[in-house]
C-alpha cells in the first residue's frame, strides 16, 4: 500500500522527535530491510388476549362467549409459522437442521456477496509477474479506497486478511479476508470502515489484533525473529492511534533515547500491552516483584528518576 510499514526512517538521535509512521503494508528502508509504513424487520406482533368468561362448566378447552351467546375458541395468540421437525441422527441424538452462515451474513447485511467478484476485485490490482497484489497494487487499492497507506484501517484490512508479511497480499489472503469482512467490492469494503474499528478495538479482538501485528512487522524473507526497534516504534504509534494509554509517549520517549537496543523481543511486546492495562498514567500500580521483561523495569526505574528531577529531559 502507499508507503508501507516496510519502510522505516533512520533512527531517531536522542532529544529529536519521533519517527513518523509510513505505511503499514508497504515499504521497508536501506539500512535495514524496511522503508515506510503500509462498515423487514417487521414490527413486533402484538400478542393479545381477549377477555376470558368465565364458565360455570369447563370444559377440557377453555372458551369464549361470542356474539349471540355463542362460545367460540379462545385464541392466545397470534399465529406463527412453526420450526421444521428436528430431524433424528442415525447416532440417536437430535439436531436443528445446520444453518447456512453465508446466508445468515447476508440478512446482516442486507446483500448477497460474490466470490467470483472477490476474485476480479484481486486481479484488478495484482502483480504482472506473480498471483499477489504488492507494492504498486496495494498503493493503487488504498487510492480508490480514499485513504493512506499508514492509516489505521489499512492495518485492520490487512489483520482481517491474516496477511503474513507487509506490501503483499497473496489471492487466498485477500479473498479470505473479503469473505470475513463480507464484502466483493471499494464502496462495500468502505461502507465497513467504521464497523471494521469497533470491532478491532473490542478487548478480545484488540489483544488478537496486537500480537498478529509484531508478526506482521517481522522481515520473514530474512527469518527475522525479533522486531527492529525502530519498527517497533511505528507499530506501536499505528496499533494504538485510535486509544493509546497513557504511558505510550513516555514509553516511545524511553525507547528513542537508548536506540543502542538491538530489537523488540516478542515477550516484550505482548507484555507491553498488559502493562498499559495494569499501571496508572504515574506507574504507581506497577510491581516489581512480577514477572516484567527486564525492559519494562528499565522505563519504570527511567520515569521515577525523571519524575525526581535526576534526569534531564531535553
Same mark, same amino acid.
Not at 503500509?38 to 413486533?44: F, I, V
Not at 536506540?259 to 507491553?272: A, Q, S, V, Y
Given at each position: 500500500m502507499g508507503k508501507c510499514l516496510s519502510c522505516c526512517e533512520k533512527p531517531v538521535p536522542? %532529544?529529536?522527535?519521533?519517527?513518523?509512521?509510513?505505511?503499514?503494508?508497504?515499504?521497508?528502508?536501506?539500512?535495514?530491510?524496511?522503508?515506510?509504513?503500509?462498515?423487514?424487520?417487521?414490527?413486533?406482533t402484538k400478542l393479545q388476549l381477549q377477555p376470558l368468561v368465565s364458565q360455570s362448566s369447563p370444559g377440557p378447552t377453555d372458551s369464549l362467549i361470542g356474539p349471540g351467546g355463542t362460545p367460540t375458541e379462545k385464541k392466545m395468540f397470534t399465529p406463527y409459522s412453526k420450526l421444521p421437525p428436528i430431524k433424528r441422527q442415525t447416532n440417536g441424538e437430535s439436531r436443528r437442521p445446520a444453518t447456512n452462515m453465508g446466508s445468515v451474513n447476508s440478512a446482516l447485511t442486507g446483500r448477497e456477496v460474490s466470490e467470483s467478484k472477490m476474485a476480479a476485485l484481486f486481479d484488478s490490482y495484482r502483480d504482472e509477474d506473480e498471483d499477489a497484489m504488492l507494492e504498486d497494487g496495494i498503493e493503487r487499492f488504498c487510492a480508490d479506497l480514499g485513504v493512506q497507506p499508514d492509516e489505521f484501517i489499512v492495518l485492520v484490512i490487512a489483520w482481517k486478511c491474516q496477511a503474513a508479511k507487509m506490501c503483499r497480499f497473496s489471492r487466498e489472503e485477500f479473498i479470505s479476508g473479503c469473505k470475513s469482512m463480507h464484502v466483493d467490492s !471499494?464502496?462495500? &469494503?468502505?461502507?465497513?470502515?467504521?464497523?471494521? !474499528?469497533? /470491532?478491532?478495538?473490542?478487548?478480545?479482538?484488540?489483544? =488478537?489484533?496486537?500480537?498478529?501485528?509484531?508478526?506482521? %512487522?517481522?522481515?520473514?524473507?530474512? %527469518?527475522?525473529?525479533? &522486531?527492529? &526497534? /525502530?519498527?517497533?516504534? !511505528?507499530?506501536?504509534?499505528?496499533?494504538?492511534?485510535?486509544?493509546? $494509554?497513557?504511558?505510550?509517549?513516555?514509553?516511545?520517549?524511553?525507547?528513542?533515547?537508548?536506540?543502542?537496543?538491538?530489537? !523488540? $523481543?516478542?515477550?516484550?511486546? =505482548?507484555?507491553?500491552?498488559?502493562?498499559?492495562?495494569?499501571? %496508572? /498514567?504515574?506507574?504507581?500500580?506497577? =510491581?516489581?516483584?512480577?514477572?516484567?521483561?527486564?525492559?519494562?523495569?528499565?522505563?519504570?526505574?527511567?520515569?521515577n528518576d525523571r519524575q525526581n528531577q535526576n534526569v534531564k529531559t531535553d
Open positions: 536522542p %532529544g529529536s522527535s519521533h519517527p513518523t509512521a509510513s505505511h503499514p503494508l508497504h515499504t521497508r528502508p536501506a539500512a535495514r530491510p524496511y522503508t515506510s509504513l503500509a462498515q423487514d424487520s417487521r414490527e413486533a !471499494i464502496k462495500g &469494503l468502505q461502507a465497513r470502515f467504521t464497523e471494521l !474499528i469497533a /470491532e478491532v478495538l473490542s478487548r478480545p479482538q484488540f489483544k =488478537d489484533f496486537y500480537r498478529w501485528t509484531y508478526k506482521f %512487522g517481522l522481515d520473514s524473507d530474512s %527469518g527475522q525473529r525479533t &522486531l527492529p &526497534l /525502530e519498527m517497533a516504534v !511505528i507499530l506501536w504509534r499505528l496499533v494504538f492511534s485510535q486509544n493509546p $494509554p497513557a504511558v505510550l509517549d513516555h514509553w516511545l520517549e524511553f525507547l528513542e533515547k537508548h536506540l543502542n537496543l538491538r530489537g !523488540i $523481543p516478542k515477550d516484550t511486546w =505482548d507484555m507491553f500491552l498488559n502493562f498499559t492495562e495494569q499501571v %496508572g /498514567e504515574d506507574l504507581s500500580s506497577y =510491581d516489581d516483584n512480577e514477572a516484567w521483561p527486564s525492559l519494562l523495569d528499565d522505563f519504570v526505574e527511567f520515569e
